[in-house]
């Protein structure tokens, strides 16, 4: 059983419980904020948000120079059905007035419904309680619904509801914070209000990008059409108003409006029971592809129960989507998508839901498109660069140095492109989408690198570690660019002898000349290591720069980001991030363990850790090089990050990488899966602390669960064909159950 | 007789000619725009400056981080005392109606005057004679006049002017040009506008920084006052109407508007030949002092004057101001004051007028307090950083890698003010100003910079060269940075010797351990040399990046700045301008001259001179390597870039860093004069092509002409003692008149 509590009322904790409580199915996200909204003064983030639906921004600049974008994708906030005001007589409820007897939420995993159950006393003693559901559909993604049930505990008269639908709706916003958007700017205007039936459909426009988006709203009173949303109750009794609402965009639909109609006409005609119903078994079905059982901790188990289901609400389900950096459940980021959803949370789906990881690749081969067009912009003749930050495929970032300067997207996107390659096998998929992907990012790699004597190096890029600027051979860019080329040579001699090579070569124009150059270019790429110190060097400079004693910074100052110049950062030694260690989790390859282990412990003490995308790769490491408590200590924090608030953001949104990375944690960290050439390869291990751990995955046509206790690990086929495997280094054909026990390092 | 003149009427060139026949005297500023106003859609930018005023104008972002600046000085156009509308009758005076029989613009450098010769028939046929002549004061810099004639040739009937004074002023924008202000915004709001007896007076308010201007306005017609600008007139005769004008603003004066009046009332009680007078007097003073002769180049000669005088009309004239990058004839940068002013202006100062040159310096002392600031938010405890741009002392640059972090300008102010010590000696003026600011300027140094191993370095700076970006152990900022220290500790040094060092010891709190590290800093300095190539690096990176092959790109590319991104530029071998070239202009001591001739090859094919500072640093490199036709070359795009518009922006403004560029090509070109520790030395050569040259310059207390000829090279002691100077390396005392050969290397 998985269920969220939180009790009590806090106005302080209201924006934080929005993000914690949202209702999301991949396509619509609501925040979780209260129906009868909050007084001036509070902290609430109302928002309802359409995954891939945009408006375009001008970007402005002070002094703009070529290339800078001058738009940007901006996830908007869409009409908002969420308002219902409750009247009891002539007095309306608000938790900021009267007496609140209780008040809790509720997020239960199982159902997929998100709940406040209430109980109100008026300033005239008349006492209600309210139990307030709401459900975004996993069965139809356009569906959003509430289920408002007022009971009376001593009063007798009218209950009144309103309830609105609302077209006026601003973008949340901070100008002091760059993760935030710098501007109220309103993103929609609305075109259309109408009633069909009794149903309201509202259609809005976007300001910028000619784009429609459409709510249709229906109520049931006690199950059934009410003209007036109001009854008369009596002690004991209670009354039930559903809102039904569905959402469609004009990039999935020709007429929103229409579309909206006729999905909740089609809902409306069951009852609200059934598609609770529907809602549990779809939820059901996900846990048992996903779950990820934690035994001898429940607090941790509760928190990997809430990451999963976090990510299942968050990620895209068609090509023209993907998971944002704040998922659908806040205006963080501004909607868009970074490499976080190949490198933090592609994995999770890759091994769990082979359907969805296909659709989150078919999103970067949607792009492929704007990725060219950012390629010439940037100065190249060949190939695509993935744009930092996006939704439909534009460069939306107005910082270069952290922004288009990150050319190891490339790197990230062909990499998730692989693993799912070499997961699946599945060569029609490599013809369709994914070779030419591998093809255009390495056709990138070529060009932006060069030869310096024997050397490819590749100049001014910016790693993952965002306070480290503009450098000359990142080691994490350039072993990410030397898998991706040896990657497109391999696909497209294996589409070769498929005889399915043509189609890409057609589009991508790669050349037999080109292909060998990508070979050259991967066999000779620079890998900076310093002799001296034993450890690979984060880049060309890294290392002569004076170090930031990070221990002696007051603990008010973090992140750094927000208290210190980039220059400042940049000409020291400290690491926002994971850059090297995320190296070396995404290839080992030919890396000697002790270099592993020497650059672990060199740089781990200069990481800031200010990027929620650190932490669980520091685990994950940590268990690669069998130190279990640190991996322990990590995951804990990894784990907690949101729940927590930690990064004391939360309430702009979730961080959906992190909850990648408390997967990761678990089946990368301790059980050290990894997705190779070979197939999947595990190293089991224990932390202390645990009792154990299990987790099913797919591996080609198969799926395989892999139970870890203190009497041993055990792998289970669960479907499909025997799996071969790798454990512990050794080939293994998983048919039954094989068993074997845990090692330690 | 210098004189610039220029036939015939084309409105395409009115926006350049507003700025090549502007009127200043470093305080008022007024462009050369047409008196009767232009017709909508033809380019104009009207203005008129006062050097030093500002408005604050709030940076937009689209992510702002940590220390990115909120609000940019501006200077902005001032109330327009410009306009003056002429009616024959009733047939309003324009050249783009009726006929012009004859329309040019003369600029006498001699007079001190701006005028425009018209010739006009009107559509009914009457011919009128224009006179137009503008003044801005060197007497009295508040002044700025209009002396209006029109003689009729065959009219008869009433002439008519309407005259005004507007406060409606809006920036020129251009959106796509990083190097012009982005929005056409509005700084100055009317305050008051009164009359005070004939009067009138306009008050206005900048928007944002509380600051106030005025501009005083009176009027004459035909020498006298008049109610009514009008008269009657018969052919061959003429009437005159004249304008004063006074300017006066808040940072000057507490009540401008007072200050203003008065000012003009004083003036207006004389006639306005006496101004005229005085101004000829004024500039004639000016020229005696700071002509440089060309001999057997008239193009040359008068490209010469050209830009002295409009150094001239540029330079502030006080503490408050500067030299902007366009001076006072245009909008360009916004009116900021960069490294321009030390590098390439303040040598013609410093060599011809010891007052002025000392005003400079006053000015970088007075803004301390702002680089300072600028330095804490930049991450260091001690010393000052300069701002890359600004009016009053914040650092107004809104993008960092082209702006704070060229941290050289520390070095250029420092630079300035060694200079000044060097050749005038004046150990009252460092106690006062100078050795604070080498001081505060050092510290910054040893903050910025660490020890690497035994060497100091300096890390993710970007020197003169923007085209490369946040780079290690830039040679150019690092041989400064040495010199900076050196200079410090040496005249701390001689302060200390003479009793004066207390007050900048208690002004900075520097201690003697931070002389010491001043030293030792400066004697580690990381001078970045290849050995293979035996040339001095740009950096730590530079030499391995990819080479851009500048002579394959059409023309039309370039400025490369506006059709490349800056990490494609930053990635390659390819260079705006001058940069290790420029170290060698400024600090020989040390070089090897083979090493200085094969760094000057190296870097010189890279360099696309795209920043108008560039070529006449490769025109004085090029002389002293010898390559005098080279030098003839680079003296010759030098000479003209703004008389021809080479650049295409000479609209925007006059190029005044370039200006000063023709002053150094042939002073520090052709003569080789360096000012160094041990004063004042010479390697005059002559190019082919010149019959020789000539100029004076101060050294000490003395003035020294120096002549180069065929028949040899003279100095001639024009003033003060007998004056030490050094003559191809030999020490030389000058007491009367000094002859010697030219030697050619």
Redesign the interface.
């Known amino acids: 059983m998985s269920i969220l509590y939180q009790e009590g009322f806090d106005p302080a904790l209201i924006a934080r419980q929005e993000a914690i409580f949202h209702t999301a199915n991949g396509y619509v996200g609501v925040r979780a904020s209260l129906e009868e909204g909050v007084p001036e003064g509070v902290k609430s983030i109302r928002g309802t948000y359409l995954n891939g639906f945009y408006n375009l921004r001008p ?9 800078f974008p001058d738009e ?1 994708e901006v996830m908007p906030g869409v009409a908002d059905a969420q308002t219902i005001r409750l009247n009891v007589g002539d007095e309306l409820f608000s938790p900021f007035t009267g007496t609140l007897e209780h008040y809790s939420r509720t997020l239960d995993m199982d159902a997929g419904v998100s709940t406040r159950n209430i109980t109100w006393r008026t300033e005239k003693g008349a006492t209600v309680r309210l139990t307030i559901d709401r459900l975004a559909s996993w069965a139809e993604p356009a569906l959003f619904l509430i289920r408002y049930r007022v009971e009376s505990v001593d009063y007798e008269g009218a209950l009144t509801f309103e309830s609105t639908l609302s077209g006026e709706v601003r973008a949340y916003a901070d ?2 914070d ?1 993760r935030v958007a ?1 501007l109220a700017v309103r993103h929609l205007a609305v075109e259309k209000a109408e009633r069909r039936e009794d149903v309201e459909v509202l259609t809005l426009k976007t300001l910028n990008a000619q784009q429609r988006m459409a709510c249709a709203v229906g109520h049931r009173l006690n199950g059934r059409p009410a003209g007036r949303l109001s009854a008369q109750v009596r002690p004991g009794e209670a009354i039930v108003l559903e809102k039904w609402c569905a959402f469609r965009d004009s990039r999935r639909a020709a007429d929103p409006a229409q579309a909206a109609f006729d999905i909740l006409e089609r809902a409306m005609a069951e009852p609200i029971d059934a598609w609770f119903a529907r809602q549990r078994a779809a939820v059901s079905a996900f846990w048992d592809r996903a779950r990820v059982e934690i035994r001898g901790d429940e607090a941790l188990q509760s928190a990997i129960d809430f990451s999963l289901y976090q990510l299942m609400q968050s990620a895209g389900r068609d090509a023209l989507s993907s998971v944002a950096a704040k998922g659908l459940s806040g205006e963080g980021y501004e909607g868009h998508y970074f490499w976080d959803t190949e490198i933090y949370i592609f994995p999770f789906f890759l091994l769990t839901d082979a359907a969805r990881a296909r659709e989150l690749l078919r999103f970067r081969h949607g792009i492929l498109p704007g990725a060219k067009a950012h390629a010439r ?3 190249h003749a060949r190939g695509a660069l993935y744009p930092w930050r996006t939704i439909a495929g534009r460069e939306c ?5 952290t ?3 990150q050319y190891h997207i490339n790197a990230d996107v062909a990499g998730a492109v692989l693993q799912y390659w070499h997961l699946s096998g599945d060569i029609r998929f490599m013809a369709e989408c994914g070779a030419e992907v591998l093809v255009e990012t390495a056709l990138l790699w070529l060009d ?1 690198g ?1 030869m ?1 004597g024997d050397k490819f ?1 590749i ?2 890029v910016t790693g993952p570690d965002e306070y480290t ?2 450098v ?1 051979n990142n080691y994490y860019t350039n072993v990410g660019a030397r898998a991706n080329l040896i990657g497109a040579v391999r696909v497209m001699r294996a589409l070769t002898e498929a005889g399915l090579a043509d189609g890409v070569i057609a589009k991508t124009g790669v050349t037999p000349a080109e292909l060998d150059a990508f070979e050259d270019a991967a066999r000779r790429m620079l890998l900076p290591y310093d002799e001296e110190r034993g450890i690979y060097a984060q880049d ?2 890294f290392l ?3 170090v930031l004693p990070i221990a002696d910074i007051p603990r008010d100052q973090f992140p750094l ?8 950062l ?2 020291h030694q400290v690491l926002k991030q994971a850059d090297a260690v995320l190296a070396h989790f995404l290839h080992e390859e030919g890396v000697d363990e002790g270099a592993m282990r020497r650059t672990y412990d060199y740089y781990e003490p200069l990481t800031t850790h200010d990027s929620s995308l650190s932490p669980c790769i520091h685990g994950i490491m940590a268990a690669r090089l069998g130190d279990m408590d640190k991996a322990m200590a990590y995951f804990r924090e990894t784990a907690r990050l949101d729940l927590d608030d930690t990064h004391l953001n939360t309430a702009d949104g979730l961080h959906t990488a992190n909850l990648g990375g408390v997967y990761l944690s678990v089946v990368m960290g301790f059980a050290g899966l990894r997705i190779g050439e070979e197939g999947v390869s595990l190293c089991p291990q224990l932390p202390g602390g645990l009792e154990g751990y299990a987790f099913s995955f797919l591996v080609g046509d198969s799926r395989v669960r892999c139970e870890v206790g203190r009497e041993g690990c055990q792998l289970t086929l669960l479907e499909g064909p025997p799996a071969r495997l790798r454990v512990y280094g050794e080939g293994v054909l998983v048919t039954g159950t094989y068993r074997f026990p845990v090692r330690s390092k």
């Open positions: 970007i402005a600049y002070g002094e703009k120079l070529y290339g940007q100008p002091t760059p710098p912009v940037m100065g970032s107005s910082y270069y140095p922004g288009s300067a932006v060069h310096n190096e100049h001014s600027l503009l000359d060309d400079s002569r720069k004076k980001l927000l208290n210190r110049h980039p220059l400042f940049s000409r």
